[in-house]
């Protein structure tokens, strides 16, 4: 199978009403993607990332509008975050209306739901009468990608078809909040939208760290995003000085060649290395050196998500 980069979303729109799957633009990273509601279409994009069934997906909706076609039971603090933070990168995992497969799911009874802001994306989703389901368009566990090229690196050959959208303005995947029963609103996965602005909407909400084995919500694993080469996490040069190369918050270390280092943001701005995490990686990833350190970012807004993502990448299970 050829993979093909390009701009027609009627083809892509062909080719999901098909069965078939699609990378897509949206502002977190680029989504594989699939008819949400054909559960041998869902089938493809695990098959395609080699990933897990027990992992869910997210499902993308063109508008808030369309919520309760596909979750039940929808509490108030819910669609008051709907009301601020959609289209954007904030996931809401709620109780599933029966229309949702299962393998979507991987048979919970939750299903985590979101509005994408990115212009394509949004286009797409308003072209066709099913929603999308979209986890990153990468190889499971792998780097997820930040534009089209990352995807192709990745899964040429794997699917048909990969629309070109631009770098992602995000950068890291979107913070999911589910709502249990007899708890507060729990952060199951930092991302895109701080836990600081979601607290000054609803008020005090729980941060539950990732789980290693039956997640309860899309990359709660806890070995994820990770490159080839071992990542570790350190502030300094460490015992790696003459074989690493170094992922730096917003300052170069001093004493290691600046050809050896990538800088997230000069402007020490939490959303720039945010957008720039995923696609430093990469680079730092492809180099000849035997392994990546990497500087953690304050523990503030997106710097705890961006922070979330660096310890799994380090993790080797």
């Known amino acids: 199978m050829d993979t093909t980069i390009g701009y027609d979303l009627s083809e892509a729109a062909r080719l999901l009403q098909a069965g078939e799957l699609v990378a897509i633009p949206t502002e ?6 699939a008819n949400a509601l054909n559960p041998d279409a869902v089938a493809k994009v695990f098959e395609a990332k080699q990933r897990p069934s027990f992992d869910p997906l997210i ?17 108030e603090t819910a669609l008051k975050l709907a009301s601020v933070f959609w289209p954007g990168p904030l996931t809401l995992l709620l109780p599933k209306q029966e229309v949702i497969p299962a393998l979507v799911t991987s048979g919970l009874d939750t299903v985590a739901i979101r509005v994408p802001s990115h212009p394509v994306a949004a286009a797409l989703l308003k072209m066709l009468e099913f929603p999308l389901a979209a986890p990153s368009a990468n190889l499971f566990g792998q780097v997820s990608p930040t534009r089209a090229l990352h995807v192709k690196a990745q899964l040429e050959g794997r699917i048909p078809y990969i629309i ?3 770098d992602c303005e995000v950068g890291v995947e979107s913070t999911i909040i589910g709502f249990p029963e007899g708890s507060l609103p729990t952060v199951y996965r930092l991302g895109g939208v701080p836990a600081e602005e979601i607290e ?16 309860l919500a899309p990359g709660m694993l806890k070995s994820h995003y990770s490159p080839r080469k071992p990542l570790l996490i350190a502030d300094g040069p460490s015992d790696h000085r003459n074989e690493a190369v170094y992922l730096r918050f917003s300052d170069y270390l001093p004493g290691i060649p600046e050809t050896r280092q990538l800088v997230l943001s000069r402007k020490a701005d939490l959303r720039e290395a945010a957008k720039n995490l995923f696609d430093f990686i990469r680079q730092l990833d492809a180099s000849p050196a035997a392994v990546i350190v990497a500087e953690l970012l304050p523990e503030t807004g997106l710097g705890r998500a961006v922070n979330d993502r660096l310890r799994r990448a380090a993790v080797r299970e």
């Not at 499902?59 to 509490?75: C, G, M, R, T």
């Open 59 to 75: 499902v993308h909706i063109p508008s808030a509008a369309s919520l309760e076609k596909y979750a039940d039971k929808i509490p």
């Open 28 to 33: 977190t990273v680029y989504g594989l993607a």
């Open 164 to 166: 070109e959208g631009g």
């Open 200 to 215: 000054a909407t609803i008020g005090p909400v729980l941060v539950q760290s990732h789980s290693s084995s039956n997640p």
